[in-house]
């Protein structure tokens, strides 16, 4: 999910074009359609062991989007290069004396060719620390009073127009919420959608459930390891009354894993809806070890 506004003093060098150098001299031009318009995708990825994880998820998706963009990614780019990628992570985790972090890897469409395609993308690589982890009983939830936009395309790419997800960030912040508070975004007909950084996904009937693309939801690669975890799963169009009968709540991304949701507010942040024994159910629990033996595998370079 979205990873929107890491401080600028998280990383002193970065890569960008073709070279690993000091963040501020990461300049895009001005007639760059990725600062002009917000056109371009990126991904965020945790390392383990120094290794990316579920890495082969991530360019999946950001191939997807860059195909259907009409944004080609030149062979010498990090995201066709593996041994590149593993060069330079290597030496971004030395420099900033890091063991582990999570990576942001931006493609730009850059400037358009005079017949307007794109050809001529621009790729940025920057790091930030690993996030804390959550409480073990669990976040809470928070209905947000933004509604989430529908995105692009239906599963919603993880493009460069994030200015819904700071939106929805900055309103938590306003309201005094716990940094690991999340918010939960509804589409505009009320129906759950995820959080303003990760997915949402809540367990009833034994399945796995989880919103269906067609309100809006990105389509996180999270949520797809989690689904794969587990025997039956189903994308459904939930409200919050929906959501208030489930057995359990998680929040779920490819950089923080699972995290369990203990109790639900509402917008106004004076009635709490709903409470949760998440990290006590069986199925979570589950998912649970299932991503720590996942980010163990990656650093043993399984993964």
Known sequence: MVEPHPPAASFDAVYFDGAIRRADEARFAADDHGVLFGFGFFESFRT??????????????????????????????????????????????????????????????????????????????????????PRPEGVALRVLALARDSGEWSPRPKSLNQANALLGAQEL???????????????????????????????????LCFPDASVGALASTGLAWACEQVPASAAVRATVDDLLRAEAVIAVNAVRGVTPVRELWNAGDDVRLGTFASSAHPLLAGLMRCWSDALQATSRGEG
């Open 48 to 133: 383990s062991g120094g290794r990316p994880h579920l890495l082969a998820r991530h360019w999946s998706r950001l191939d997807a989007a860059c195909a259907r963009a009409g944004l080609a990614l030149p062979g010498h780019f990090l995201a066709r290069d593996r041994g590149q990628l593993a060069n330079v992570l290597r030496e971004l985790l030395a420099r900033h004396a890091r063991p582990e972090a999570v990576f942001r890897y931006t493609v730009t469409a850059g400037a358009p060719s005079p017949d307007q395609t794109y050809a001529r993308p621009v790729e940025l690589l920057t790091l930030r620390p690993l996030p804390p982890a």
């Open 173 to 207: 912040r306003r309201r005094g919420a716990r940094p690991d508070d999340e918010g939960l975004f509804l589409d505009r007909d009320g129906f759950v959608v995820e959080t303003p950084r990760q997915a949402l996904a809540w367990v009833r009937d034994g399945k």
